[in-house]
């Protein structure tokens, strides 16, 4: 039943920016743990005749990630109005792109070589968000807008992605790139970065009539364990002749399951039209250019140049999720001149706690310890049995009188031990094991 059918995933990534202010007015764009309705203006609560003036920071944060996910920038770009009702949406229409995104046409290799396929890099406002609570006995939802209007961009790729694993992959190179970047904290916890998977399955390798949406996932896991999740449901669907319904569903933690939420919408439900109070955005290839030759090292180039180095990919793909830790390894590994792979190990395993140690000291330490003499007798002992058990003819040797035995069974010893046992403990055990 495997092969029949191939999941053909896409996602979709919003990712708060930590600028200082919000994308349309200048209230505050912090809203993590501050008390409700406090960051908030006419502009942020969609209040009538408030006019939005477009954040310039979060707008170059935003080309920034297009350009590291090698996306083209729009010279000309726009922003539109997506019209849908909630009440966490106060204008009864989000401020986001449709036909001119600041970023388009992008590209993330994953380590198997597979091309992730990067449609568009857009900006928008972020929502209020909805409170479930209890006050005075009774159930109710109560509103804070203090996140309505903090800068959102959203990551979408094509339906290029086929594995939970292949999806986690991306998704932790999209999460370190971002704070690479230094343009976002992408939190998941604190949802400053959210994810949304569509997933269906084809059985003729093209693309299926349907698809379901699983949307506010918080962990990697999580999206992972909701694929496959999908996944399956989808197969036993089809086994029986049905066809999965189109629709959104939400990650059940509980019940480790996806739930159904809604019937999905389509594009022309939103009424896109162009924001008719921001005039279009022009955006200078110099300025452009400029970002791009200032790009810091990115997590995709960290795992290529450590790979390249002989180191394994795990350490590797561990090692770009941090940008200080990448620093210093990159010093390392400059520095080392061989054992790479072990010295990364040590750093990555904790071994030695690499914060206190300059990259130089990392070495030494780990070096000079790789020259301590072995004097444990138990374990010498292990090494003699084992050289004795597998030489029994030089055994014999030896005991016919050849002296010249005695040094061969003494190198295998030294060899087991990596030339690191105490010579003179070898010959002594040795010698008593023989008589
Ligand atoms: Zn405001
Ligand atoms: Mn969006």
Redesign the pocket.
Known sequence: MSDKYTPIIGM?V?VELSTESKMFCRCSAVHFQVPPNTHVCPVCLGLPGALPVPNGKAIEDTIKIGLALNCQINTQSKFDRKHYFYPDLPKGYQI?QYDQPLCYNGLVTLSNGKRIRITRVHL?EDTGKLKHEKVEGKDVTLIDYNRSGVP?V?IVTEPDLSTAEETKEYLKLIHSTVRFLGVSDADMEKGSMRLEANISLSTDGGLPAYKVEVKNVNSFRYIGAAIDYEIERHKNLLEKGEMPRQETRGWNLGGRKTVSQRSKEEAKDYRYFPEPDIPPLVIEREKVERFKNELPILPSQVIATLVEKGIRLDYAQTVAENQELTKYVLELVELAKENIDRLVGVVINAKEDWHKLSPAELIERVSSKEKEKITDEDQIEMWVKEAISQNSGVVEDYKRGKTNALQFLLGQVMGRSKGRAEAKVVARILLERLT
Do not use: V
């Open positions: 979709e919003h986001s928008e959102l959203e």
